[in-house]
């Protein structure tokens, strides 16, 4: 049975140290992350995994919604309590970029490629999103929570989505066994998040990161507000920023302030 996920199965599978060791599954929650910040501010621990098998309230990025159809998605988060510093929190999600295209290639198969700065694609298509929150105080970071969409068996897409999303099952014609994507995501996150606590950058990763890219050395529109720029993508420096080549000069683009787009479809 490759299509259930069951709190049990998460914990027979999971080879990881710390985090998915405590897992929260959920039928139907309104978003794994909102679940997540509730557990967090009620003192859970560092490296929980809320998981469900459905999402009423699924976020994404910039406001928006995530489409969490129920029986075939992944929708998961979990809780880090890094001691770092805040302004190296961002990368976090870049690590998670990362983690997720490893798992898809190991247990699919198919050549997953990162977006910069974390969207997973396949075929061009977008099959997972990432959402990274924190939450701070004077004295540093509180909590971040990690928040990971994979359109793992999803078959349908609203009609808004259908140009530019795809599935596992879509791009790769097989069930993807959740529970186990599950673990293997968290195993490689647990050991790139390793790597990345040393230097607190992306110093040890950013080779495998830009392998994965699938913008590299691609042309890329740069969009700022109603400014719009045309540069080639030289791939990611250690603190996660997009070197795009724009007339000669090499110009860092820092996720979050900027829009990249390729210039055909979605990549
Ligand atoms: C994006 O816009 O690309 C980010 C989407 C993130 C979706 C995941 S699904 C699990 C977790 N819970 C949420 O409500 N959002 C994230």
């Not at 621990?45 to 928006?64: E, F, P, S």
């Not at 990345?196 to 080779?207: A, G, R």
């Amino acid at each position: 049975m490759g299509n259930l996920v069951t709190k049990e199965c998460i914990e027979k599978c999971i080879k990881t140290k710390i985090i998915g060791r405590t897992v929260i599954y959920k039928e139907e929650v309104d978003s794994t992350s909102t679940e997540a910040k509730r557990q967090a501010e009620q003192g859970a621990c560092h490296g929980l995994l809320v998981t469900a098998d459905t999402q009423n309230a699924g976020k994404g990025r910039r406001g928006r919604s995530w489409s969490s159809p129920k029986g075939s998605g992944i929708w998961m988060s979990f809780v880090l309590k890094p001691e770092i510093s805040c302004a190296h929190a961002s990368m976090l999600t870049l690590v998670a970029a990362l983690s997720v295209t490893a798992a898809i290639r190991e247990v699919t198969g198919l050549e997953a490629m990162i977006k910069w700065p974390n969207d997973i694609v396949v075929h061009g298509k977008k099959v997972c999103g990432i959402l990274t929150e924190m939450k701070s105080e004077a004295d540093g970071i509180r909590y971040v929570i990690v928040g990971i969409g994979i359109n793992a068996n999803v078959k349908e897409f609203p009609k808004e989505l259908t140009e530019t999303a795809g599935s596992l099952l879509m791009e790769g014609n097989k069930t993807v066994d959740r529970c186990l994507m599950i673990c293997r995501v968290l195993e490689f996150y647990e050991a790139y998040y390793e790597s990345y606590l040393k230097t607190e950058d992306l110093s040890n990763l950013m080779k495998e990161y830009n392998l994965f890219l699938v913008n590299y050395e691609k042309t890329v529109k740069i969009l700022e507000g109603s400014e719009e720029k045309i540069g080639i993508a030289k791939g990611i420096d250690k603190m996660g920023a997009l070197l795009v080549e724009i007339s000669g000069e090499i110009i860092p683009i820092v996720s979050g302030e900027v829009s990249v787009r390729g210039l055909y479809g979605y990549v």
